[in-house]
């Protein structure tokens, strides 16, 4: 075999030298953009702004809606209760649509940017849908979440009851307590 020109082996580094990182981004970026949760989870589309590499992803769940957006470093989490979404609405552009969940706590509403027009109509049906049952749930239902021994989830925070196996509120799997 003969040996390659010198000039060959300098453009065979230089490409071995791009191509490394471009793989490494392609590798971290399907990883990080696997679904976050189980269930309903709208992906936004990459084409609108601030979602090319890492799109949003919303989970709806009968307790609560979670938005979700990796980072390079870490993510980004944030998640309402479905007791305290005041009002859905969609905002639709020319191909996308923006969903924008009002809090009744007073802060800040989630505005999830660019999804499309089907998958927004779908995240305010099911939210919609979750506060009717939760509404119409009897009261011993949420008497007795109320009531027993609480703790703390160790993902979101929030008081939840010490035997759960799912955390009510961020729909994580939970240790045991
Ligand atoms: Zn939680």
């Known amino acids: 075999m ?3 020109p010198p000039e060959t082996n300098l453009v065979l580094y230089f490409v071995a030298a791009l191509a490394l990182p471009a793989l490494l981004v392609l590798a971290v970026s399907l990883a990080k953009n696997r679904r976050f949760h189980p269930g309903d989870v709208f992906v936004a589309s990459r084409l609108s702004r601030g979602n090319r590499i890492f799109p949003t992803q919303v989970a709806v769940t009968p307790t609560s809606v979670i938005q979700f957006k990796p980072q390079w470093l870490g993510r980004q989490e944030h998640s309402i209760h479905i007791s305290h979404v005041a009002s859905v609405s969609i905002d639709t552009g020319l191909l996308l649509s923006d969903v924008i969940i009002e809090t009744s706590g007073g802060s800040e509403p989630i505005r999830c940017h660019g999804h499309h027009k089907g998958d927004a109509t779908r995240m305010k049906q099911l939210i919609e849908q979750y506060q009717t ?3 119409s ?3 011993t239902e949420v008497a007795a979440t109320e009531g027993g021994a609480t703790r703390d989830c160790p993902f979101c925070a929030e008081t939840i009851k ?3 196996k799912v955390c009510r509120y961020c729909g994580r799997d939970l240790p045991p307590a």
Do not use: I, K, N, V
Request: aromatic letters at 0%.
């Open 162 to 164: 010490a035997a759960a």
């Open 137 to 139: 749930a009897p009261a």
């Open 2 to 4: 003969e040996t390659l």
């Open 133 to 135: 049952q939760r509404a």
